[in-house]
């Protein structure tokens, strides 16, 4: 799983160019004066964390790997 997979441009986070540092200031500039665009990236983030990465997500991958063996 890469950064990619979790974080969607403009719903869980923003991109900017690499070793540009002047959108990266802009990204942030952007984010400290919107705290509702800023709080809305998080919440989106913070679920997709959640849906891919916590106990339950391993659990429910688990069990579809053990499905699956168990149908062989």
Same mark, same amino acid.
């Given at each position: 799983?890469?950064?990619? #997979? ?44 959640? #849906? ?21």
């Amino acid at each position: 799983s890469g950064v990619g #997979e979790i974080v969607a441009d403009g719903e869980s986070g923003v991109f900017v160019p690499a070793a540009d540092p002047a959108a990266l200031a802009g990204a942030i500039e952007r984010l400290i004066n919107d705290p509702s665009l800023a709080a809305r990236l998080g919440e989106h983030a913070r679920a997709a964390c959640h #849906e891919h990465y916590s106990a339950e997500a391993a659990i429910r991958r688990l069990e579809s790997i053990y499905e699956q063996l168990y149908a062989r």
